[in-house]
């Protein structure tokens, strides 16, 4: 079942994705699965495997970045410890030309990322972040980033957080996510909308045409295995698409997070799990 969303443990499985992804037209984000690490030598392999994964896209000359969590690198060993983690993934990254995006994580860790990325981007712009739109917070995280120029990766939100400091209902999330967007679009960085709802695409295209912001200045992403078919269709249309791809053996989290963000998904994997009679896999976005 995680092979719908994640195409493989190793290195070499999410390179072979990412090409497949560059042959439709679309560039890849590889993340290496992994959060909440509490050793130093599992935070050190987790550094290490990420060096490798540049390395790798360089030598193998697909169009990828990567993506990482803080907490992977070991956020909760020490901020210092982690910077000094960062610094040598994001150096790496500069030396390659290439970029590392910081996920965002639980709120917990914002206020601590939005630090790390402050110092990061005082010693190299190869490094951008991501913003959540349900927090109450962004909108004022999000003019601080752009205050340093930094690039944003805008997304609804995957944590579970109370009211007091995030929307909860949809509707409000949308609506956020919609003000952000078009705080960020004009602003004259290249920045990423990362989504699978089609009203929040449509929204960025209309007011991109509004305001001529042409399809090269920003790009959307999509998760690997989700709504390949709109994918295929903004590649058409002429917008750039990134596709996010995990791999790495600690895929759990990440898998269960995939599948609450949707009942269908959960249902289709309970009857799977059950033996029950399961849809054919196209019902499975
Ligand atoms: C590239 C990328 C990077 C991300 N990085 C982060 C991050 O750093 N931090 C963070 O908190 N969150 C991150 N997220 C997750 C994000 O916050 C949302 O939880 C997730 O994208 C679902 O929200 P949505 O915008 O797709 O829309 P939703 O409102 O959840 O869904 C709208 C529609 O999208 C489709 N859809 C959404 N999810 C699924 C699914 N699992 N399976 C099938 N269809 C689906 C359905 O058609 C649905 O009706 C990232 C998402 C993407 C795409």
Redesign the pocket.
């Known amino acids: 079942m995680a092979h719908r969303f994640v195409p493989g443990e190793e290195l070499s499985q999410a390179i072979e994705a990412a090409r497949a992804c560059n042959k439709s037209g679309m560039s890849a984000?590889l993340d290496h699965l992994g959060e909440n690490v509490i050793t130093r030598e599992d935070a050190e392999r987790a550094r290490a495997a990420y060096t490798e994964a540049l390395e790798a896209i360089a030598a193998q000359a697909v169009e990828a970045n990567v993506?990482l969590k803080l907490t992977h690198l070991g956020l909760d060993l020490g901020e210092d410890f982690c910077a000094e983690q960062l610094r040598a993934v994001t150096r790496r990254a500069a030396e390659l030309g290439n970029f590392v995006r910081v996920?965002?994580?639980g709120s917990a860790y914002t206020a601590r990322t939005l630090r790390m990325i402050h110092a990061a981007r005082a010693e190299t712009g190869a490094v951008g972040t991501?913003i959540?739109a349900y927090l109450y917070r962004s909108e004022e995280d999000v003019r601080d980033l752009l205050g340093i120029g930094c690039r944003i990766?805008l997304?609804?939100?995957?944590?579970r957080e109370p009211a007091s400091i995030a929307f909860r209902r949809?509707k409000d999330?949308?609506a956020n996510?919609i003000k952000l967007m078009k705080i960020l679009l004009p602003s004259g960085t290249y920045h990423?909308l990362?989504?699978?709802?089609?009203?929040?695409i449509e929204a960025a295209i209309r007011f991109a045409a509004e305001q001529n912001i042409t399809k090269d200045k920003f790009e959307f992403?999509?998760?690997y295995g989700?709504?390949a078919d709109l994918q295929t269709l903004l590649v058409r249309q002429g917008y750039r698409v990134?596709?996010?791809i995990p791999f790495g053996n600690d895929w759990f989290p990440y898998f269960m997070?995939?599948?609450a963000?949707?009942p269908?998904?959960l249902l289709f994997f309970l009857r799977n799990l059950f033996g029950g009679n399961a849809p054919p896999e196209a019902g499975f976005?």
């Not at 997304?155 to 944590?159: D, M």
Request: charged share 35%.
């Open positions: 984000s993506s996920d965002m994580e991501v959540q990766r997304v609804k939100g995957a944590y949809k999330v949308d996510f990423a990362a989504t699978h709802d089609p009203k929040m992403q999509m998760l989700i709504r990134r596709v996010y997070r995939r599948l963000e949707r269908a998904n976005q």
